[in-house]
Each structure stands twice: as structure tokens, then as C-alpha cells.
Nanobody
Framework: VQLVESGGGLMQPGGSLRLSCAASGFTFSNYFMSWFRQAPGKERELVAV????????NYADSVKGRFTISRDNAKNTVYLQMNSLKPEDTAIYYC????????????WGKGTLVTVSS
């Protein structure tokens, strides 16, 4: 099983980035996919989640209206489009795959660093 994040980097406030997470080794379309983030000195927090078919999404209040999660089940990839970036969005962003029905499974990627600074 692998979740490989990409697309992180340094961006100025107000800019945009798109993160990608390529999945392999499991049946991607059976899993809810989420993005979490962890800022220095803080706990990991949920940023956005999308259901297995992509029909429902939910977001942390701090990113609503700025971030959009999407998925392509044909490509086994989940995305996070981040617009109007703020310095407080600086964090390591992690991809998560969760199967909430038996057999229960939960997988994590290694993360990609996003730094928002002028």
C-alpha cells in the first residue's frame, strides 16, 4: 500500500497550490479520502474529506471557501486545491485513506510540506 503526496512548496500569501495524492495497493474507490495537516508544535487536524464516490465533501471551518478536495477514481488520485493561501496554512499535509466498513483499514502518506510566506 502506498499513498504518495506531491505538489507542496513555498507560496506567497494569496497564492494557490494543488496537492496530489497517488494511491496504490488497495481498491481506491472503496475508501473515503482525506487531507490532514500538522503545523509546527500543533496536533494533526482534518482539513477535508471526500466520500468514496466523490459525491460528498466536508471541510474544516478554517479552509471552507478556499480549499477544494476532489478525486479521480480512474487515476487512483485525490487532490486538494488550495486558494487564497494564508501563513497559517503552513504545515505538512498528509493524505489519508479510510475504509469504515469491515475489513477496517486506515492508511497514511508521508506528507508534503506547504509553506506560505512572503
Amino acid at each position: 500500500v502506498q499513498l504518495v503526496e506531491s505538489g507542496g512548496g513555498l507560496m506567497q500569501p494569496g497564492g494557490s497550490l494543488r496537492l496530489s495524492c497517488a494511491a496504490s495497493g488497495f481498491t481506491f474507490s472503496n475508501y473515503f479520502m482525506s487531507w490532514f495537516r500538522q503545523a509546527p508544535g500543533k496536533e494533526r487536524e482534518l482539513v477535508a474529506v471526500i466520500t468514496s464516490g466523490g459525491g460528498t465533501t466536508n471541510y474544516a471551518d478554517s479552509v471552507k471557501g478556499r480549499f477544494t478536495i476532489s478525486r479521480d477514481n480512474a487515476k487512483n488520485t485525490v487532490y486538494l486545491q488550495m486558494n487564497s493561501l494564508k501563513p497559517e496554512d503552513t504545515a505538512i499535509y498528509y493524505c489519508n485513506a479510510n475504509r469504515a466498513v469491515p475489513p477496517l483499514r486506515n492508511y497514511w502518506g508521508k506528507g508534503t510540506l506547504v509553506t506560505v510566506s512572503s
